[in-house]
């Protein structure tokens, strides 16, 4: 079964910072069929279901904004917000869709400093 | 807009089968472009994906939960359903179904709609 080991368990950032979340995972999730890694980042806020913001690894769903940015390959991988804002306060999961058991990363929580 | 909806009792005693439904509104779950999903998270703490089904019969679940769980499709209804059997209070979370749009059979973009969820609680 795959892991996925999410650091740090949270953090805080002042308004405007950049904040970076890393994903690990016990094994490779890169599809060599169509050469993508099938991991993809949420955004989750109290009471709400998670939000898909990153897919296959480093492309951003529609609608979402530009700060936020995937990447990485194989096992490691990397979710950045730029320039935070007081609406990205959150907790950040990352999941990958490779093989089952499909599998959550145990979640980052991004605070404002 | 495809819309998700689960549906279930919010109380389940010990030992008892927990049973909730899924509704898919604004789009067919008969087809072969998705498969479907669920997901629970404890409160306070993070998301543990249960199992998925295809329309096609195929499902695949968690071992974690130990044979406990079916999933199955109504395609008159549009909907799909999970059954976790034999539950204790470390079965108490908010339960969410979800969608996964596939290509070639593959999932792409992971799981990119959402229900809102229901909270379950195992309790006597």
């Known amino acids: 079964d795959i892991v996925l080991s999410q650091f740090p368990d949270s953090l805080a950032v002042s308004l405007g910072e950049g904040a970076t979340i890393t994903c690990k995972s016990s094994q490779s999730v890169f599809h060599t069929s169509n050469n993508k890694n099938f991991l993809s980042w949420y955004q989750q806020k109290p009471g709400q279901p998670p939000k898909l913001l990153i897919y296959?690894?480093?492309t951003r769903e529609s609608g979402v904004p530009d700060r936020f940015s995937g990447s990485g390959s194989g096992t490691d991988f990397t979710l950045t917000i730029n320039s935070l804002q007081a609406e990205d306060v959150a907790v950040y999961y990352c999941h990958q869709y490779y093989s089952v058991p499909l599998a959550f990363g145990g979640g980052t929580k991004v605070e404002i400093k | 807009q495809v819309q998700l909806q689960e549906s279930g009792p919010g109380l389940v005693k010990p030992s008892q089968t927990l049973s909730l439904t899924c509704t898919v509104s604004?789009?067919?779950?008969?087809?072969?472009?998705?498969?479907w999903s669920w997901v629970r998270q404890p409160a306070g703490k993070g998301l543990e994906w249960i199992g998925r089904?295809?329309?096609?019969?195929?499902?695949n679940y968690n071992p974690s939960l130990n044979g406990r769980v079916t999933m199955s499709a109504d395609t008159s209804k549009n909907q799909f359903s999970l059954s976790l059997t034999s539950v204790t209070a470390a079965d108490t979370a908010v339960y969410y179904c979800?969608?996964?749009?596939?290509?070639?059979?593959?999932?792409?973009?992971?799981?990119?709609?959402w229900g809102q969820g229901t909270t379950v609680t195992v309790s006597s």
């Open positions: 089904l295809y329309t096609s019969g195929t499902t």
């Open positions: 979800a969608r996964t749009p596939l290509f070639d059979w593959l999932p792409i973009r992971g799981i990119d709609v």
């Open positions: 604004g789009g067919s779950i008969n087809n072969n472009y998705y498969y």
């Open positions: 296959w690894a480093s």
